[in-house]
């Protein structure tokens, strides 16, 4: 029998699989965290709550299952919003439980008192307030099945004082929840025919593959073998259609690298394929048909002239048979050429080096990939972390791995790998944190230990924002305020009880991974790399160019001629392979 309705809603979320909630407890939401203290889920007590909402989107999208989050009226919501964004826009099930002040204030201007359903609205697609607890019981039940049924986001407002009263008999909480994940979207006849017209009158095909092609892969390779298509993918795609695919030609925009850019633009016809790839400068305009089962994600970064609605491997199963095979490969073979071309001049001119110092973050990346478990998890902190995972880390169909892929923010790597690790201690969880990334979530390392939570935490420490000077210099600006004293974070690591190591030396780096990767429990590498290390864009171009010689005489006129050196020798190196890839 329900004894209130906090009860009642922790009895809800248990009837609904739910293993976990994080949070911090307090305040307003003490009746929750009382409930829950006498239930089956596991509070995960993290400190921050961004942390708790990053960490349960992460849970639900390794699980596929709902994952829950909770955070106490005032700055407890305010700061569940960064990681809410992040889970909302990555497609978690995710039950944000926002507790509020007393009903009875609410507009009085009270003490902590915001307003959650105007601070949810663009994080959420979901979110509504309880006035009392046989409405909040409703509103519990929409709140999930929105969620599960595949809109992002869902959060469930409660003033504290609503939880507190008896729980009424709401039968609508033991009805099913309808899933929405997996579902078959069939093309609109019409729409089916005009792509295959269009693929049967290009003498050339190129397929780009974004996430929407999980679950779809033989169907996508059978499409590009039939019209001998070369493939490319986005971050996001990358897991899924790379590996073992013999029409790769790498990965498109800024963290690119391979001949898609070119097999892309030179293609009499572009299909997107389950992807919303953000980035229209890197698209062509014209000659581009796109397959999503989101009809609102087609013609929204580039002009489509085949908008085609209905999931990746319906579309194709529905197509494929009406599609004339192409007999000519050279396209499609001149760009596999120029891909192998490409990435052996990367290689030969700025690869990884198990020589330089301070160590190249390329070859700690190919390490750690080499060294890995063949099912290994990676959560990918945004910035230069985002390059050498898109370029470093080598799918097989087991492998994974969680970034902010849109929502693009810092600090995202250490609470995603929590909320994983939580749900599967046995696999292997490995971070590619950045030194920014990590310092800006630094607390949750005390969460990690309090659960002994296995993580393998690997800290590209090059004591500046990499990303953002690259910026810089590339828009011919001075850099400024991009890097800081160096930190040890083997040393903070160690004080909080994890195990750390720190590594300087390029030859130590191997035999210290392996002993950290074997270590029963959470760990530290503490890899400092150089600040200098760029990641150049497939189509580095004669403005980038332009703007890195700016940048140096800015920084030469400002004072800065002593760090330039070392600058202008890593330009140098980088434009010069930039030179043998475009040029």
């Excluded at 009746?31 to 990053?54: G, K, Q, T, Y």
């Excluded at 009263?165 to 006849?189: C, H, W, Y």
């Excluded at 760009?335 to 071309?341: E, F, G, R, V």
């Amino acid at each position: 029998m329900n004894k209130d309705f906090a009860h009642q809603i922790v009895q809800t979320l248990e009837a609904n699989g739910v293993k976990r909630i994080y949070g911090i407890v307090g305040d307003s939401l003490n009746p929750v965290s009382d409930a829950v203290a006498e239930s089956s889920i596991e509070w995960i007590h993290v400190r921050n709550e961004e942390a708790a909402a990053f960490a349960a989107g992460a849970e639900s999208l390794v699980t596929g299952e709902l994952a829950v989050c909770a955070a106490s009226c005032g700055p407890g919501n305010t700061h569940l919003v960064q990681g809410l964004y992040d889970s909302h826009r990555n497609g978690a099930k995710l039950l944000a439980i926002a507790s509020h002040i007393p009903s009875q204030e609410i507009g009085s201007k009270y003490f902590q008192e915001t307003h959650p359903e105007s601070l949810f609205a663009e994080c959420s697609s979901y979110c509504e307030m309880a006035n009392s607890a046989e409405q909040g019981a409703r509103i519990l039940h929409h709140a999930i099945q929105s969620t599960m049924a595949g809109k992002g986001v869902s959060v469930f407002v409660m003033p504290g004082d609503i939880a507190s009263q008896d729980a009424a008999d709401i039968p609508l909480l033991e009805s099913t929840i309808a899933r929405g994940d997996n579902k078959r979207v069939f093309p609109d006849p019409a729409e089916a025919a005009q792509l295959v017209q269009a693929i049967n009158e290009a003498k050339t095909v190129t397929l780009f593959c974004g996430v929407g092609t999980v679950g779809a892969r033989d169907e996508v390779l059978a499409l590009a073998e039939k019209i001998k298509s070369p493939i490319g993918h986005s971050f996001g795609g990358k897991m899924n259609i790379q590996y073992d695919n013999p029409f790769d030609v790498g990965m498109n925009g800024l963290l690119g690298y391979g001949a898609c850019y070119e097999a892309s633009h030179e293609a009499d016809l572009l299909i997107l394929l389950g992807t919303d790839f953000p980035y229209n400068a890197w698209l062509p305009t014209t000659n581009v048909a796109q397959v999503d089962i989101k009809a609102e994600n087609i013609g929204r970064r580039t002009k489509v002239q085949y908008p085609v609605v209905g999931d990746v491997k319906s579309v194709i199963e529905n197509i494929l048979p009406h599609i004339e095979e192409k007999k000519d490969r050279s396209f499609l073979d001149s760009m596999l050429k120029k891909h192998a071309k490409l990435l052996d001049n990367v290689i030969e001119n700025f690869g990884p080096s198990d020589k330089a110092t301070p160590i190249h973050p390329e070859y700690a990346a190919q390490l750690i990939d080499e060294l890995a478990d063949d099912n290994a998890l990676f959560t990918v902190d945004t910035g230069m972390c985002n390059v050498w995972a898109a370029r470093y880390i080598t799918p097989n169909g087991k492998k994974d791995e969680l970034a902010s892929f849109r929502h693009g923010t810092m600090a995202n790597a250490l609470p995603q790998a929590i909320g994983a690790q939580a749900a599967d201690r046995d696999r292997q969880v490995i971070t590619f944190s950045g030194d920014g990334g990590l310092s800006m979530l630094l607390g949750e390392l005390i969460t990690v230990k309090q659960y002994d939570l296995p993580v393998k935490m690997m800290v590209f420490n090059n004591s500046t924002l990499g990303m953002v000077k690259l910026e810089m210099m590339v828009a011919g600006l001075k850099e400024f305020g991009t890097s800081h004293d160096g930190v040890n974070y083997a040393d903070i690591a160690s004080a909080v009880g994890i195990k750390a190591f720190r590594v300087e030396k390029p030859q130590d780096l191997k035999k210290t991974l392996k002993k950290a990767l074997a270590h029963d429990g959470p760990v530290l590498v503490d890899i400092v790399t150089d600040p200098n290390a760029l990641s150049l864009p497939p189509n580095f171009d004669w403005a980038m160019i332009k703007g890195f010689t700016e940048s140096a005489v800015k920084t030469v006129l400002d004072g800065g001629i002593g760090n330039m050196v070392k600058v202008a020798r890593s330009n140098l190196r980088n434009i010069k392979g930039a030179a043998a890839i475009e040029f």
